[in-house]
């Protein structure tokens, strides 16, 4: 099944599989995997939340506060705009997939492979301004271990987050667990992201080079 559409666009495949996307997993690991990813970026909300009631006088932290639930915001609707699309997207993989029978003109064929390789290309493109991003917010709040490693000072240097939020603990104390929450929410975001976006810059590109081998 798909035998033409995951040769040209297999990539892809992994980045949906990862979140539960793919509508040709298992339909349980697809739940799970689903479930997971979703749960774990909805419970972002409430530490946001009290960022906004705790520190309703800092217009720099309202302002954190309010874009990182946008951000947020924006991950769990594309994650739940692919779930509740499953049906449609199945369509449209079969649809891509059966274009490749179709077409079978040398020139047609030509046509689409170019296609095929330019969304390839910006696909990796974006890939890796997205991985890129992503190693530089998790590693960055990682710095003052490192320096205390390193160079060591009478007492550590204050702890850093890739982003503002609030626990109601301390912060220093509960290091670790935070900043893991913290990495694993953006990462599964990222993941999202990657796998929602990617496969609309597929479907584009098929879509020109359909329009482009019949002209």
Request: proline share 3%.
């Amino acid at each position: 099944m798909l035998e033409n559409f995951l040769r040209e666009y297999n990539n892809n495949r992994i980045l949906l599989l990862t979140t539960g996307l793919w509508p040709y997993q298992n339909k349980l690991v697809r739940s799970l995997l689903w479930t997971f990813c979703f749960l774990l970026e909805l419970s972002y909300y409430p530490f946001e939340i009290l960022l906004l009631y705790d520190h309703s006088d800092d217009a720099q932290l309202i302002f954190e506060g309010c874009y990182q639930i946008l951000i947020l915001t924006i991950f769990l609707v594309r994650h739940l705009k692919d779930c509740l699309n499953r049906g449609k997207m199945r369509w449209i993989y079969e649809a891509i997939d059966r274009h490749w029978s179709i077409f079978t003109d040398d020139i047609e064929v030509r046509i689409m492979e170019e296609y095929s390789i330019l969304s390839r290309k910006l696909v990796t493109y974006y890939t890796i301004i997205i991985c890129g991003t992503l190693l530089v917010i998790i590693i960055l709040p990682l710095t003052p271990i490192f320096l205390d490693i390193i160079v060591p000072l009478n007492e550590s240097r204050p702890r850093l987050f890739a982003v503002e939020i609030e626990f109601r603990v301390n912060k220093t104390d509960y290091y670790f667990p935070i900043y893991c929450y913290i990495s694993a929410v953006i990462i599964v975001g990222s993941i999202i992201t990657l796998g929602t976006d990617t496969m609309h810059i597929i479907c584009a590109s098929h879509a020109c080079s359909l329009f482009a081998a019949v002209r």
